[in-house]
T-cell receptor, first 112, second 111 residues
């Protein structure tokens, strides 16, 4: 059974810092891995999608990596801003079940 | 021009009532989903439809019945609501193994 874990559960950093959010999954049979952002009381916004054949994806200040063999992904945020404050969710699309399995998220606070 | 839209955004109702949440996507995707986000913010899949056919049905009480009249719509009907049904319900759509796009959520409160 696929399980997705995100560490840390919460993170607080001063503005301008570079930071890394971690995601691990137990079953390497995945189609893709997706990082989302969720603001309080809002829906999920897709940030980056990494297909199983890819190692990383970049969008602006965000870079996501994928190491299928070790069951890990990281989301790197460069030069963090207060507007980056949100909950970041990692999800893997299981190759065996076709289900998108979510981690419990990392809640990020960037202080001005 | 919202990609995935769901209504209502908020729903407050009494135990035992029946209610529906509607979802529509204009992205031309073949696959639609319903997810439940509980009070601890954990997201769990409930149902998935591909081209109007049910492909994923998690262990969800049969009081929950999804209906897909066409591939752009996936509605969720809930019978005999219980307190534990209170949550935020998210609709999403994608191509079969592609990127998911979510609606804004429907917050259901059962009193």
């Amino acid at each position: 059974k696929q399980e997705v874990t995100q560490i840390p559960a919460a993170l607080s950093v001063p503005e301008g810092e570079n930071l890394v959010l971690n995601c691990s999954f137990t079953d390497s049979a995945i189609y893709n891995l997706q990082w989302f952002r969720q603001d309080p009381g809002k829906g999920l916004t897709s940030l980056l999608l990494i297909q199983s054949s890819q190692r990383e994806q970049t969008s602006g200040r965000l870079n996501a990596s994928l190491d299928k063999s070790s069951g890990r992904s990281t989301l790197y945020i460069a030069a963090s801003q207060p507007g980056d404050s949100a909950t970041y969710l990692c999800a893997v699309l299981s190759g065996n079940t076709g289900k998108l399995i979510f981690g419990q998220g990392t809640t990020l606070q960037v202080k001005p | 021009d919202t990609a995935v839209s769901q209504t209502p955004k908020y729903l407050v109702t009494q135990m035992g009532n029946d209610k529906s949440i509607k979802c529509e996507q204009n992205l031309g995707h073949d696959t639609m989903y319903w997810y439940k986000q509980d009070s601890k913010k954990f997201l769990k899949i409930m149902f998935s439809y591909n081209n109007k056919e049910l492909i994923i049905n998690e262990t969800v009480p049969n009081r929950f019945s999804p209906k897909s009249p066409d591939k752009a719509h996936l509605n969720l009907h809930i019978n005999s609501l219980e307190l534990g049904d209170s949550a935020v319900y998210f609709c999403a759509s994608s191509r079969l193994t592609g990127e998911l796009f979510f609606g804004e959520g429907s917050r259901l409160t059962v009193l």
